[in-house]
Nanobody, 131 residues
Framework: QVQLQESGPGLVKPSQTLSLTCTVS??????????WSWIRQPPGKGLEWMGA???????YYSPSLKSHTSISRDTSKNQFSLQLSSVTPEDTAVYYC???????????????????????WGQGTQVTVSS
């Protein structure tokens, strides 16, 4: 089975960069047509898709977060990472990595997927932005 695990600091100061890594086992991040996403849930709010990296390395970002978000990968380690710069307390959330298994390549934008399209999830990691 595929397993995903988030890792990174649980506390980040305002204006700094939030960095998380998702380690994938049981499946390759380069296999088509898998898309590897970062999703977060602030306290008391719903899930928010942040961005994704595709099996071929293409990246996609939420328009509201694009200017502060970068997703990358290390195929040799079967990992993908999230960097969110200039964070504020509004970025406090549980952060998840998740896989979407689709049937085609998406150019330019990522579809608005229902939750059931994400077949594997990490357990989530709490990140608090506070001074």
């Amino acid at each position: 089975q595929v397993q995903l695990q988030e890792s990174g600091p649980g506390l980040v100061k305002p204006s700094q960069t939030l960095s998380l890594t998702c380690t994938v086992s049981g499946g390759s991040i380069t296999t088509s047509y898998y898309y590897w996403s970062w999703i977060r849930q602030p306290p008391g709010k719903g899930l928010e898709w942040m961005g994704a990296i595709a099996y071929d390395g293409s990246t996609y970002y939420s328009p509201s977060l694009k200017s502060h978000t970068s997703i990358s990968r290390d195929t040799s380690k079967n990992q993908f990472s999230l960097q969110l710069s200039s964070v504020t307390p509004e970025d406090t959330a549980v952060y998840y990595c998740a896989r979407a298994s689709l049937d085609t390549y998406y150019s330019g934008s990522f579809p608005n997927l229902p939750l059931h399209e994400y077949d594997y999830w990490g357990q989530g990691t709490q990140v608090t932005v506070s001074s």
